[in-house]
Structures are given as C-alpha cells and as structure tokens.
C-alpha cells in the first residue's frame, strides 16, 4: 500500500527551511572566520579550541543528550492536567540558571589547566593566548544551557519552527565580528595580534551566543511561556531528572573524551591540524543538522507520546520513516563528499589569510567524514527511539561503546601515522566506530521494540546506496573531464564542482527512481505541497 504523505514531513517543512537557514549563515561564519583568522594558522587553532571548550563542558555537565530527556518530561507536564506545566518549565530553567552559573565560574578560575588538558602541543604564546580566550569564552556555557531548556519547552508545546531560527543570531554577530577584525587589520600571524583585536574576536563571539539565547527568550513569551526564575526549584522531581541525565552525562562524557583525545592528538601534529580537522568536521555536520536533526525533533515528541500509550508499533513506524527519509537525501550528500572533498574545501577556503595546501587538506579530511556521514545519522535517530521508552541507560551505553572504539582506534593511528595523514586518520576512526555502533544499536532496538521494520529498511537502503554509487561514479567522471579543460585555478574548481554537482544530483534522480526508491517521491511531494 504506498505510504501516504507523513505527518512528520508537514510539521518539519518550515523548520527545515529555518534550519537550513540557519546553518548557511553558519556556513558563512566559517567561511568568514577561516578567511580572517587564517586556516592552517596558528591563530585559528588557538581561536577553535578556546571557542569549543565552552561547548564541550556544555556538554559534559548539561548535555545536548540530556535535552533527549528533557523533551519527554515536559511533553508529559504539558499534557497532564494535574501539573502546572509553566511552573515545571520555570523551576526547571532555575535549577539550571543556577547550576551552570556555578559551573562558568569554576571554569573561569580553571582556564590555564583546561586548556593544557585540550591543547598540550600550543606554544607559550598560543597557550596565553588561548587562555584569554577561554575566559572570556566560558559564560558560553551558560547561554547554551537556557537555549536548550527553552528549545525543549517550545518543542513540547510543538513549536518546532521558531527555535532553528536562534542559531541565525549567533551567526550573524560572528560574522560582524570577523568583518571587524579584518577591517581593523587583524591577519592569521599570532605575532601581529593587537590587544583591541583580541577583544574584538573574545566580546564578539560570546555576544553571538548570548544573542541565540536573547532571541530564544523573546519567541518563548510569544508561545505564552512566563519566564521567570524561582527561588526554590524543587518539586519537579530532581531526583528522577538525575537518575535519567546520570546515564546521559555518562555518555556525553565519553563522546567529550573522544574530543579531547582528538584535539590533543592534533595539537600536536602541526600547525594548523585543529582548524582544519574541527572545519571539515563542521562541514559534514552540515547536512546532518539540516536533515536529520530536524527529523529528530520532530519525531522525538510524537515517539514519546506513542511511549506513553504503549505503542511500540508507532513508534517502529515512525522510526522507519525517519531513517529511510533522513537517508535518501545523506547517502548521495556522502557520495559527494567522498568524491569532491578536495575541490570544495579549495573552493570554499581558499581565501584571505587560509592557505591552499591546508584546504586541500581539509577537503581530504571531510572525504573520511563522508563515509561516517550515514552511520552517525542513523545511529542518532536510532537513540531517541530510546530516549521516547524513558530508557537512557542502553543509549548512553552505546554511546560509550561508540566513543570508547573511536579513541582506541585514534590512539592506534597515532602511533601508525603522523603529519597530515594522521588528521585524515582520525575521520576515518569515525566514520568506523559509527558504524560498528549502528549494527549493534539496532539488534538492542530491535529486541527492545519486536522489530525495527529490518526487511524494508535493507531494501530502501541497499537502492540508496546503488543510486548514489553510479551518482558518485558519473560525478568523478565530470570532474575529471572539467579538469583536463584550459579552466584552471579558483575559475576552473568552481566549474568542475558545479558542473559535478548538477550531473550527479541528476543522476541519482534518475537511477532512484528506476530502483523505484519510493522514499524520493515521497520527499520532493512534501516539499511541492508545502509551495501550493
């Protein structure tokens, strides 16, 4: 019977245009930043681990996983009539208000041993200077942190549109940011750095996370949410909020020490390594965050509910959908991440203060992370099927599994190799790790769930991946034929990547709907309908 249109699709069309949105203005601020600061610099490396940390002790002692455990708790609050779901949401905001601001002034005091934990390889003179950064970065923590509680209150009440849109503050005041550095003459060269320039790039960048937070706020009171602070924040079941976000923080924990190790290793690999490992990492998120995290969140709230009334079938149904749809679109952006990594990064970053050898490096490194694009994607969605059960201690579990292969793995290539080669390792330790830790998380949900429709989700997936192959194959093909034309230089990559993109995008259409991959149908009728 052909699958009707899903209810998914129709409530994620207009956060998938603000989420795309949202992450080219990001795209932006990464092309702006590599321009002004210099990728392969000294500076940029600097500038990307201080900007990271606040993120990664996010992440530790708050999580982007623990939101997984938020979302359901407050769809249960919104939904019981016996609870006042304003005042759960309003404790729960104090709780973290003040448990985070405790953190952001431990961490102030602790910037020097943080930063020598992150970046052992710096120089004195990256060391000071990433230390300066790192404080004046750390009250980061606490603007994520409201961000993701009020996002959560917005997504239980289905307001799933508004908050893609906050992350478009932050990156606008970034790239106002860099202008500014430029405009004052700020170069990649560490030795050049005024002391107005420091504080142009430190002020600037927090300004932008306080601005995602400011914005978040407004669209909360136009939902009806009352912000306020409590005094007292109990009564919303703290002990049962910790028992959940104990396993999260597990988890979250070992995916943070797989950066550490990471960045480490880097640090010490070369000039340059941490920018341009941490700007192809940001590239392959792209498509990621645009496809699959707007499926998640919209799926996680309808998943929960189907938890609640016992619905295990639903929530098989909308699992299936979510990874077939996520995965039409991931596995040809894969396809075109193998083949033209390279030719994108040089067409992208090849400006200003960047250097041409560091990216055709990075196009190089995002290649690796474009065989991990589709495990890591599926392995997510995956998990929030758990996470809707009320179970976070097998998802945090697997995450462990996943993070734990992934430092073996690149502490193993350390040793193997070294230089540019072992940057590229280390996506390749990724992409290896997901998808060992796709397989297993899917025999745990199918013994959890009774099935995860297996039969249909090989079959849609084996014609994805013939699709997007004799895509790929057509597109390396193009590019080789462009590249043996008089068109050379920044010219010429932008014509082989271009015509590239047309023929295999062309392809791939083609060759899916020959292997009657429904699910392409499916999507482009969505979206048609949502213009009518």
């Known amino acids: 019977m052909p699958e009707q249109q899903p209810r998914l699709l129709q409530a994620g069309r207009t956060m998938a245009v603000a989420t795309a949105i949202s992450r080219l203005t990001g795209f932006v601020r990464t092309l702006v930043l590599a321009a002004a600061l210099g990728l392969g610099t000294g500076l940029l490396d600097v500038y990307t681990a201080a900007n990271v940390t606040p993120n990664t002790i996010y992440e530790v002692v708050f999580g982007g996983a623990l939101a997984s455990v938020l979302v359901p708790l407050l769809v249960r609050a919104t939904d019981d009539d016996d609870i006042d779901g304003d005042l759960f949401a309003q404790r729960l905001l104090s709780l973290v208000v003040y448990c985070l601001g405790a953190v952001v002034m431990v961490t102030v005091i602790a910037a020097p041993f943080i930063v020598d934990l992150y970046a052992p390889g710096f120089s004195l003179e990256q060391r000071q200077l990433a230390i300066m950064f790192t404080r ?25 549109a508004s908050p893609p849109w906050a992350p478009v503050a932050n990156n606008v005041v970034v790239i106002a940011t860099a202008a500014a550095f430029m405009l004052v003459g700020g170069t990649g060269k560490l030795e050049s750095l005024t002391q107005s320039q420091t504080l142009i790039l430190s002020i600037g960048t927090t300004t932008g996370v306080a601005a995602q ?17 409590r005094v007292n924040p109990r009564g919303i079941g703290i002990r049962r909020i910790a028992a959940l976000a104990g396993w999260t923080i597990v988890s979250v924990a070992a995916a943070q020490a797989v950066f550490v190790v990471i960045t480490r290793i880097a640090s010490q690999s070369g000039s340059g390594a941490i920018g341009i490992y941490s700007h192809a990492y940001t590239l392959f998120q792209m498509p990621y965050a ?17 938890a609640a009334n016992r ?90 599994t996943v993070s734990a292969i992934t430092i073996v793995t690149c502490l193993a290539a350390g040793r193997i190799t070294s230089g540019p080669n072992l940057i590229i390792a280390l996506a390749a330790c990724s992409a290896m ?100």
């Open 136 to 160: 004046y970065f750390m009250p980061q923590i606490l603007f994520y942190a409201v961000s993701a509680v009020l996002t959560a209150v917005l997504n239980a009440r289905g307001r799933f």
């Open 213 to 229: 937070m400011f914005v978040l706020i407004l669209t909360s009171r136009r939902a009806g949410f009352r912000l306020r602070l």
């Open 290 to 306: 645009v496809i699959a995290i707007t499926v998640m969140t919209g799926v996680l709230p309808r998943m929960s509910r189907a």
């Open 311 to 400: 619905d295990l079938a639903q929530i098989t149904a909308d699992l299936s959908q979510s990874l077939r749809l996520t995965s039409v679109v991931l596995v040809p952006v894969s396809a075109a991440l193998i083949v033209l990594g390279p030719n994108l990064t040089t067409l992208l970053f090849a400006h200003g203060n960047a250097s041409s050898a560091a990216a055709h490096l990075t196009g190089k490194v995002l290649a690796a992370f474009g065989l991990a694009l589709v495990p890591f994607a599926a392995h997510q969605i995956m998990l929030r099927a758990f996470y809707a059960l009320g179970d976070t201690r097998t998802p945090s579990l697997l995450s462990f």
């Open 433 to 532: 790790a997901y998808a060992i830790g796709l397989l297993v998380t899917a025999q745990l949900l199918r013994r959890r769930l009774g099935r995860v429709d297996g039969r249909r989700l090989l079959g849609a997936h084996s014609r994805m991946v013939v699709a997007a192959a004799v895509a790929g194959l057509a597109t390396a093909l193009t590019t080789r034929a462009v590249n043996t034309t008089a068109v050379t230089g920044w010219t010429g990559t932008l014509v082989s990547v271009g015509a590239a993109t047309m023929v295999g995008a062309g392809v791939y259409a083609l060759t899916a709907k020959a292997l009657h991959v429904t699910e392409l149908k499916t999507l482009t009728a969505a979206f048609r309908s949502s213009k009518t």
